[in-house]
């Protein structure tokens, strides 16, 4: 990874008053600005049914928001293949509606996304693993652990099919794969915070996305849990998926992602998180008065 | 024996039954939704609203349910959009607008007072006052409403407990909710005739609420809601039969009663109170 410090002022810009970037550097350039994760080359990686292309995601000048109003400012920058991803930033800034957009489920008022080269469509849904905000999910709902991991077939199966035992089976092994085999027929509110991210993260495995996408994993969860999250997320990363988390809990940032995506309605920074984890770009990122070192335990 | 035969020597008491079995299961069954996706006050605020419709359909001379219904649904579907698109909270705008509805039926009626027997029916409810072509107009929305949601079981299923995750592989989310609205629109208007605008909020309430705390799985949930409420709509009925009361009024109590003897037989020990606050603090932010 060390090659990547030559670019690091390319990766690493703070910039909250400064002219906006120039708009497009990031896909248009990113093969040359940018180059191969090593994870990239494991045997495991390049699976067959993705389309080819450089970059896993390529936000370019994005602007997006509810009402009218813009969240996402000018937003940019471009996820490698099998690179693990944090997005911190405050309450507020942007990271939920940022993942939203790339997941499809926002249009965006002006740039592009792109996945996997594509822009957003059904089958690039099938390639994205979403794992959601705790808040916006009804826990109170009647469904065990299995049929919330079985929700991950439905966007394959389409209108009016109903899941098949193949279906039934690669639930099981996803709970299985994330070890909730002995919860399965827990109501899934009755789970601890962590139990129900790893039921969620199950529900994304059942569709094999090439890129998951995970709305504050960690939010409310214990040290060990978040461990035992983190150590589950490195494993698909390691098998090649692509991983974008936003978190604002820094005392993992430096700890567990390749790259640090600090956003407060545009981008204050982006690179490696030695990089992007300066007080800084922090205060810059969070407001003056919060945090000024970042490995203060919490 | 006797007291069970007896009564359906009645037409009126036949056609009264097979409505309560329609509407009983219709409601209780659509009422999974609104009780866990929080629509209660939607649906209460619908039933209200839907007495504009019908008021103006008596006055134009045009058919009632087809009247109410076109009207319902508009509601409806109007509130579902502004709710997308307004800051001011689901529950303020729903205040506002049904009430307003309701306002406007009552000011129309109070004008044409000679009409005022027959709305009092929609009011307060009288399923002995149905006739054969408002079992065939039940029967066939009823069918319909069942089809709907046979159709789209699993994708109501998912955009019900996580919108977000269901959005983001594919299901139409905000599409099911006009869906689902549209539906409610359509099963208070079947309902309307037997429980009366101020009671069929119990019919889609009551029977799923007592159903919810006794599993805790959703197709289970879904079948013991509508097992109470068909049986309440049977029992009510002979209860309103025997004891001379309203028949919306017998029904609701009979679907009350079941939902207090789940609560006391309830595996889960939860009241119904700390479910609906849970459900209401993590509701609709699907934002």
Redesign the interface.
Known sequence: MKDERTNRHDHTHIAPDAPPQPRGHSHAVAPATFHLHPHAGHPHGQPARVPASDAAIAVDGVCAG??GRDVLDEVSFTVNRGEFIGVIGPNGSGKSTLL?VI???LPVQCGSVLVFGQRPS?EV??L?G????S??????????VR??VL??T??R?G??R??SDADRAAADAAIAQVGMQDYTSA?I?QLSGGQQQRV?VA?ALV?RPKLM?L?EPIAGVDATTQHAIFTLLEQLKEQGTTIVATTHDLSCVAEWFDRVLALNHSVVAYGKPQEVLTSETLSATFGSHVLVSPVLPA | MHLIISPLANDFMVRALIAATLIGGVCSIVGVYVV??NMSFIGDGLAHASFAGIVIAYLLKFDLYIGGLIFTILTALGIGAVSK?S?VSLDTTIGVFFTAAFALGIALMSHVQNYVIDLQDFLFGNILAIDRRDILIIAALTAGILIVVA??Y??L??A????????????PVDALTYVLLAILAVTIIVSLQAAGIVLVAALLVTPAATA?QL????G??MLISAIVGVASGIVGLYCSYYFNVASGASIVLVATACFFAAMVLSPKRRSLLT?LL??RR??I???
């Open positions: 509810y009402f939203k997941a499809g489920l059904p849904r099938h994205i979403y794992v959601p905000q808040e916006s999910v009804n826990w109170s709902f009647p469904v065990t049929d919330v929700m991950g439905y966007g199966l209108l009016f109903r899941p109501q509110g969620f529900r569709a996408l709305d | 866990l996706r698109r800051e159709l789209l699993k994708e299923l998912f019900s407990f996580d919108p977000v995750s269901a959005g983001a592989s594919g299901v919810y599993t805790n799985r959703f289970p949930m479910a849970d459900a993590t509701a932010r699907v934002r």
